[in-house]
């Protein structure tokens, strides 16, 4: 094993093989990786590993429920006004931009301790709806694996940003535009591709649009 493989293995979180521990055991370079791979993993976990605030269940369900009937009632006023401006609010705090919210704070953490992806196969899932390439070169993937969503399976991004961490949860059965939320310090905003959309989750709204807008070019 050469190091241009091993570190394409160690980035794809692929678990470290014997061939893989005898090359960092004889290479300094895909040593001082490794730790800093581990390092970097160890961190992550201990920043997932957060607290669900008390009642957040609650208001969750409760922002969940409002959002709908906000919804069921913008449709209505608009279907009878036929008001073009009504469509500026109609999608604000979004069931599903909610959902993804409620992913971050519940199921990231066992997601990621699921395992990722080999880089190969992630490539070939995402080429229908959000390359790979695309999101690299946003910034530099840390975890991609996939899981259940929303009754159907999507794929769990982490990326890291010269911000920090944002999720991306690439949705390729689910086409919805437009819908944004923001709850418990975490905001959302859900963007629709040519197949699917991706919910981008993050702490800094700045962050999260910054990169819903990089998605959108």
């Known amino acids: 094993m050469n190091c241009l493989d091993y570190r394409?293995?160690?980035?794809?979180?692929?678990?470290?093989?014997?061939?893989?521990?005898?090359?960092?055991?004889?290479?300094?370079?895909?040593?001082?990786?490794?730790?800093?791979?581990?390092?970097f993993e160890h961190e992550l976990r201990d920043g997932l590993a957060v607290e669900i605030p008390p009642g957040f269940e609650e208001r969750l369900r409760n922002a969940l429920v409002y959002s709908r009937r906000r919804f069921l009632a913008a449709a209505g006023v608009a279907a009878a006004a036929a008001g073009i401006g009504a469509y500026a609010w109609l999608w604000r705090d979004g069931p599903l931009a909610l959902a993804c919210i409620e992913f971050v704070m519940k199921e990231e953490a066992k997601s990621i301790m699921m395992g990722a992806m080999p880089h190969a196969e992630a490539e070939a899932a995402l080429?229908?709806?959000?390359?790979?390439?695309?999101?690299?070169?946003?910034?530099?993937?840390?975890?991609?694996?996939?899981?259940?969503?929303?009754?159907?399976?999507?794929?769990?991004?982490?990326l890291a940003v010269p911000q920090g961490k944002v999720t991306l949860l690439v949705m390729p059965e689910a086409r919805v535009a437009g819908e944004q939320a923001g709850h418990d310090g975490l905001y959302a905003s859900v963007v629709a591709l040519r197949k699917g959309s991706v919910g981008v989750i993050g702490n800094d709204k700045a962050v999260v649009n910054s990169i819903v807008g990089a998605l959108r070019t």
């Open 8 to 39: 394409r293995s160690l980035a794809a979180g692929e678990a470290e093989t014997a061939d893989m521990k005898a090359h960092r055991l004889q290479c300094a370079a895909c040593a001082a990786q490794w730790r800093g791979h581990a390092e």
């Open 127 to 158: 080429a229908g709806t959000l390359p790979l390439g695309r999101i690299e070169r946003i910034g530099q993937v840390r975890h991609i694996g996939p899981c259940p969503f929303n009754g159907a399976t999507a794929y769990h991004v982490v």
